[in-house]
């Protein structure tokens, strides 16, 4: 590796960081959002769609430019005095918002599809609402849920290379910057591919797992 393996290293664990935490803040936007479009308040639902609407017209790449630049102006205006927000931080934020639109609709269908009788029935035995979430709807929905939201995580993965336009120092920039000064781009960039495609590899056998764990006890008729 030419003295670049550690940061090829680094810029890797740096990738798992941004898209993890944008898969935590995600998914719990999205959950929130899902239950704010299901919910009986018209204008809450109309923010919700109006959000998952914009986002999703919207290229990834301009939602980071528009967050990391519009948030140091807004900092900056803010406090009186110039503020940059960190390419982490901006990364983090827009993959989250991105993510989270998304995440709401495959929550969305996940609520719809569990068996509105077993949510009467949850209600007829005197179960509170939190109650019949917390203990009803939520782990089945889960089941519903996890494909679709396993294909946003490879997504998500994915996109945290966009981060380096804006000079995050994750895989993809290390990337870069070993290829400039070694003249080798074909083996730093193919090193890159590698370990993307390790990424993916071992998020599908996990995803695999947490759908199989999550079928248990249930019959398919066909």
């Known amino acids: 590796m030419q003295g670049f393996?550690?940061?090829?290293?680094?810029?890797?664990?740096?990738?798992?960081?941004?898209?993890?935490?944008?898969?935590?803040?995600?998914?719990?936007?999205?959950?929130?959002?899902?239950?704010?479009?299901?919910?009986?308040?018209?204008?809450?639902?109309?923010?919700?769609?109006?959000?998952?609407?914009?986002?999703?017209?919207?290229?990834?790449?301009?939602?980071?430019?528009?967050?990391?630049?519009?948030?140091?102006?807004?900092?900056?205006a803010l406090f009186d005095r110039y503020v940059e927000v960190s390419a982490f931080a901006a990364g983090v934020f827009a993959l989250t918002v991105v993510f989270g639109a998304y995440a709401s609709e495959v929550f969305r269908g996940a609520i719809l599809a569990v068996p509105s009788g077993q949510i009467e029935a949850a209600h007829a035995l005197g179960l509170s609402r939190l109650q019949v979430w917390r203990l009803v709807v939520l782990?089945?929905?889960?089941?519903?849920?996890?494909?679709?939201?396993?294909?946003?995580?490879?997504?998500?993965?994915?996109?945290?290379?966009?981060?380096?336009?804006?000079?995050?120092?994750?895989?993809?920039?290390?990337?870069?910057?070993?290829?400039?000064?070694?003249?080798?781009?074909?083996?730093?960039?193919?090193?890159?591919?590698a370990i993307y495609l390790l990424f993916t590899s071992v998020s599908l056998l996990a995803l695999n797992i947490l759908e199989r764990r999550a079928s248990r006890g249930i019959r398919f008729v066909h």
């Open 5 to 76: 393996g550690a940061q090829i290293f680094a810029g890797a664990v740096t990738t798992l960081q941004v898209a993890s935490l944008s898969l935590v803040f995600g998914t719990c936007l999205g959950l929130l959002a899902a239950v704010g479009r299901l919910s009986s308040l018209p204008l809450l639902g109309g923010i919700v769609g109006a959000y998952t609407t914009v986002i999703r017209g919207i290229p990834e790449l301009l939602i980071l430019l528009i967050l990391y630049f519009g948030g140091t102006v807004a900092l900056t």
């Open 139 to 193: 782990p089945q929905m889960w089941r519903f849920a996890l494909p679709g939201l396993g294909n946003l995580w490879l997504v998500l993965l994915k996109d945290t290379a966009l981060i380096s336009v804006v000079g995050l120092d994750d895989l993809m920039r290390k990337a870069g910057l070993a290829a400039g000064s070694t003249h080798e781009p074909l083996m730093f960039y193919g090193v890159a591919a």
